[in-house]
């Protein structure tokens, strides 16, 4: 995703928040090189002895009275990553009440989504991937997931709308973007929906859709063949 990398050291600009800094560039005041770009490859067992870093200086911010949207946001991100779901829903709750941010709020409530099911909340999951779907309805994510709800009850009627929807969502230029949620994952599901609900064509169709990017694409040429060979 893009990001700040070079910046003239004169045009006063600052870094902002604890972790995962960012800084606030003015309209008009930027240019995005899309031939340029920095590849990050951490070192496995460095990774694994800061793993609570962030935690840590996070958890200072907000002991030490930092309540800001940014904070809570990065915040409830590092108590899910520790698997602290009770207490990462509170802090995206917390977060939900006081941030504007479009793109944000929709990345929290999909991440209060995975809390809540973590939890066994099963009906908070998916009151708050609707409401993702509600807060910005041309972002895949939330229809994906709200489909994989239904799919994994294998209530296949109820998950297609969703599965389709997503297809029909354009990749956005702002915020976290889970790439195959805008590729092939929606169509990869529709397969096994269609099938499952006898409709054959349209299974191989989305067998098709479901090729480019998929990196278990083997899986999708045989499952074509199978379809292909089913009883119209």
């Known amino acids: ?36 770009w920095v590849e990050h490859r951490p070192d496995p067992a460095r990774r694994a002895l800061n793993a609570d870093r962030n ?46 941010l479009a793109w ?15 939890q066994g909340e099963t ?9 993702a779907v509600g807060a910005d309805s041309s972002r895949a994510e939330a229809f994906v997931r709200a489909g994989v709800y239904f799919y994994d009850r294998q209530q296949w009627a109820q998950a297609v709308p969703l599965f389709v929807a ?10 976290f973007v889970n790439e195959p949620d805008y590729t092939y994952l929606p169509w990869d599901y529709l397969v096994v929906c269609y099938s499952q609900l006898g409709q054959r064509e349209a299974a191989l169709q989305a067998s098709v859709r479901a090729l480019p990017d998929n990196p278990d694409a083997d899986r999708v040429r045989a499952n074509i063949e199978i379809t292909r060979k089913l009883p119209t």
């Open 1 to 36: 995703f893009l990001r700040e990398r070079l910046l003239r050291r004169r045009a006063g600009l600052r870094w902002h928040g604890v972790v995962h800094e960012v800084i606030a560039i003015p309209a008009g005041r930027s240019i995005i090189a899309e031939d340029l």
């Open 55 to 100: 935690l840590r200086i996070l958890q200072h911010s907000i002991d030490t009275g930092d309540r800001s949207a940014r904070t809570l946001f990065y915040y409830g991100n590092e108590l899910r990553d520790h698997q602290r779901y009770a207490e990462a829903a509170g802090v995206y709750r917390e977060y939900l009440q006081v941030s504007t």
């Open 166 to 175: 997503a297809t029909a969502c354009g990749r956005p230029a702002d915020g």
């Open 123 to 131: 009906n908070a999951e998916l009151m708050h991937l609707l409401d």
């Open 104 to 118: 944000e709020r929709y990345t929290a409530l999909l991440h209060l989504s995975v809390c809540c099911r973590a």
